[in-house]
């Protein structure tokens, strides 16, 4: 089945530091899943930071980045210049949309980030 | 506004127990999950469905059953709950697209069981 594995937590940072998560993911049934990058603040539900639909491209949402590399299946976030409010555990998932019952998410374990002052 | 809403948001139950957490979206989704989340697993998917009276099984779906009795609503129950279901249960909604709309998220229910 589908699979995705991300850096396992926690990640410690310190304010103003740059920040990558790593993300590689293994498709079986879908040869250009969506890839997506949630995120679940202290006391809230999840709720999503980015998505990228097509291989090659780049998304990008509150300072956040992440590329759609295809030949290395991966999905990396970063940012270069981390605040405490972005404290949070993140998620990085893939999208099989192949149609039918195959329609749903797979995620990885989850990276819990904390930025330091 | 899209919007998942769950209920109810925390539940304390006993070993055996029968309980059922609910899930409405008000979306006009075709699709529905449910997620289960415990640190060290991430997000793993329990049951899902698209569309009213549908039900296919996900990852995760022993001690679980499901049922979506209309477009809107989608609901998960434990019958005889166990400790080892003490987790955080997340529900989805999405539609056939996700180049439109990403699924969404509820905010949780966190479940219990002594």
């Known amino acids: 089945g589908d699979s995705v594995t991300q850096t396992e937590g926690p990640v410690t940072v310190s304010e103003s530091e740059s920040l990558i998560i790593n993300c590689t993911y293994s498709?079986?049934?879908?040869?250009?899943?969506?890839l997506f990058w949630y995120v679940r603040y202290p006391g809230e539900g999840l709720q999503l930071l980015l998505k990228?639909?097509?291989?090659?491209q780049k998304g990008s949402s509150r300072g956040f980045e992440a590329t759609y590399n295809k030949e290395t299946t991966s999905f990396h976030l970063q940012k270069a210049s981390v605040q405490e409010s972005d404290s949070a555990v993140y998620y990085c998932a893939l999208g099989d949309h192949s149609g039918g019952s195959n329609y749903k998410l797979t995620f990885g374990k989850g990276t819990l980030l904390t930025v330091t002052p | 506004e899209a919007a998942v809403t769950q209920s109810p948001r925390n539940k304390v139950t006993v070993t055996g127990g029968n309980v059922t957490l609910s899930c409405r979206q008000t979306n006009s989704h075709n699709y529905m999950y449910w997620y289960r989340q415990d640190t060290g697993h991430g997000l793993r998917l329990i049951h899902y469905s698209y569309g009213a009276g549908n039900l296919q099984i996900g990852d995760v779906p022993d001690g679980y059953k499901a049922t979506r009795t209309t477009q809107e609503d989608f609901f998960l129950l434990l019958e005889l709950a166990s400790p080892s279901q003490t987790s955080l249960y997340f529900c989805?909604?999405?539609?056939?697209?996700?180049?439109?709309?990403?699924?969404?998220f509820g905010e949780g229910t966190r479940l219990s069981v002594l």
């Open positions: 498709a079986t049934s879908i040869a250009y899943p969506n």
């Open positions: 989805a909604s999405s539609d056939a697209d996700y180049n439109n709309q990403a699924p969404l």
């Open positions: 990228v639909i097509t291989a090659g």
